[in-house]
């Protein structure tokens, strides 16, 4: 497939896993799905502001594949790798490579993720493949969002693969204050607080006449 990015992987499991293997591993499931016009839709939002309930609800609106950062991270869990430790930029760069095989394969994605801190890539990979690319911006209370993620961590969902915590939540938000997101690049913002429905409904509507 061919490795995007070097990246020198520190582990015991360097030998029994290539990049190309572990690429190979992200991607095989992802349904061949071309689409007439190419573009992408992801998020800006802390753990816990609903991304995922609002991508998996995109999702129904659209037909396109939503492909998580989360389940990368719980891939390679699984496989041994420290994911929020050393090997923090091996999930970055099969992110990373993970859409560019979809755009290049002319597939049109809702990527799980928060984006705040790629856009830039996220923006260069889209326009390397003359395709649109969507930033929509979650926000709710912290009250709320703390409540959420501690009864995440309870319920053990499997539709959710995010393991962020408490701690987790707190070090990106002082991440977002010594890097907000610029404000032009925000395409739609979406209060999970208030009914989602109809302002997905809105925010798809908007991109439909933006794409056509």
């Known amino acids: 497939m061919g490795k995007g990015n070097s990246i020198v992987i520190e582990s015991e499991y360097t030998m029994k ?12 499931d992802i349904p061949i799905r ?3 016009e190419v573009y992408g839709i992801t998020f800006i939002g802390l753990p816990g502001v609903g991304k ?14 939503v492909t998580a950062n989360d389940k ?19 999930v970055e760069s099969l ?14 994605m809702i990527i799980d993720a928060n984006m705040n801190g790629f856009y830039e ?5 889209f326009k390397e493949f003359n395709a649109k690319s969507f930033f929509i911006k979650l926000e709710c209370s912290e009250e709320v969002i703390l409540d959420r ?5 309870i319920s053990h969902d499997l539709n959710n693969y995010s393991k962020a915590d408490k701690e987790v939540y707190f070090v990106n938000k002082e991440r977002f204050k010594l890097k907000p997101f610029p404000k032009e690049y925000v395409f ?4 999970t607080e208030d009914d989602i429905d109809n302002q997905i409904d809105v925010v798809v509507n908007k991109i439909l006449d933006s794409i056509n």
């Open 149 to 153: 993620i501690k009864k995440r961590l």
């Open 52 to 65: 995922t309930t609002v991508a998996n609800r995109l999702s129904k609106k659209t037909g396109l594949y």
């Open 95 to 108: 992110a990373n490579d993970r859409t560019k095989y979809m755009l290049r394969n002319g597939i049109s």
């Open 188 to 191: 739609a913002t979406i209060n």
């Open 121 to 125: 890539m996220a923006i260069n990979n």
């Open 72 to 90: 990368i991270r719980c891939l390679l869990e699984e496989l041994g790798y420290d994911v929020y430790g050393k090997h923090r930029a091996l």
């Open 17 to 28: 896993y290539s990049y190309d293997e572990l690429l190979e591993m992200v991607v095989r």
């Open 34 to 36: 071309k689409t007439k």
